[in-house]
């Protein structure tokens, strides 16, 4: 099943680097709380700090909304260390996936 037929209301973002596509990102628009459903990059993008960019920019735009992100990743993916240098926290599990949220801090 396609994250298009499952998040019918989800956004969809290709992203591009030097104009070529190489991943796209899915989030989903809740009001208190935005859900990263997806990102992925071509493997010859990664490690280079595009996805790091694109979690930054999401942070910021749900700020501006007083709103959370929230995630869910199994706790092998190495994206997982990614989501807690960027201040992503244990809420719960589901199954086997650990769900993550980011809140902006007050002090920030």
Same mark, same amino acid.
């Given at each position: 099943m396609s994250y298009a =037929? =499952? #998040?019918p209301d989800a956004i969809r973002m290709i992203v591009r680097y030097n104009g070529a596509p190489v991943g796209q990102i899915y989030v989903l628009d809740q009001g208190a709380r935005w859900v990263l459903i997806d990102i992925s990059l071509l493997p010859e993008y990664r +490690? &280079?700090?595009?996805g790091t960019r694109l979690i /930054?920019? %999401?942070?910021?735009?749900v700020t501006h909304a +007083? @709103? @959370?992100v929230r995630l869910s990743v %199994?706790? /092998?993916n190495r994206a997982l260390s %990614? #989501? &807690?240098k960027l201040e992503f926290v244990p809420v719960h599990s589901e199954g086997i996936h650990q769900v993550m949220e980011w809140r902006a801090s007050k002090t920030k």
């Open positions: =037929s =499952s #998040y +490690n &280079q700090g595009i /930054m920019d %999401l942070q910021h735009r +007083n @709103a @959370a %199994l706790p /092998m %990614l #989501y &807690q």
